[in-house]
């Protein structure tokens, strides 16, 4: 069974930083792009950051020069460092690993989420 276990959300002041973990089944992480998303109250889920098997990595542009996405293939562990908090990035944030399959496809599987919230 994959699992996708996070850790390191908490409460924040503003220009503080976290460092959220996933651990995740080793049976999919060295190959998955490892990401992670983040949903506030009443909005849609987005894609903060993500980290190919490679190591290339693609962040959205509010976090960038903030957060750094980094794995750590031989722990099974991808790590999101946030720095600069905003009130903004208040939100749960979810560790996903998008890994192929057969015939080109993808699966995703999803942790259960972390509580990042930042104090103005």
């Known amino acids: 069974q994959v699992q996708l276990v996070e850790s390191g959300g908490g409460l924040v002041q503003a220009g503080g930083s976290l460092r959220l973990s996933c651990v995740a089944s080793?049976?999919?992480?060295?190959?998955?792009?490892m990401g992670w998303y983040r949903q506030a109250s009443g909005k849609q889920r987005e894609l903060v950051a993500s980290?190919?098997?490679?190591?290339?990595?693609i962040y959205a542009e509010s976090v960038k020069g903030r957060f750094t996405i980094s794995r750590d293939n031989a722990k099974n562990t991808v790590y999101l460092q946030m720095n600069s908090l905003e009130p903004e990035d208040t939100a749960v944030y979810f560790c996903?690993?998008?890994?192929?399959?057969?015939?080109?496809?993808?699966?995703?599987?999803w942790g259960q989420g972390t509580q990042v919230t930042v104090s103005s």
């Open positions: 996903n690993a998008a890994t192929p399959r057969l015939r080109g496809t993808l699966t995703n599987y």
């Open positions: 080793r049976i999919i992480f060295s190959i998955s792009t």
């Open positions: 980290i190919t098997s490679g190591g290339q990595t």
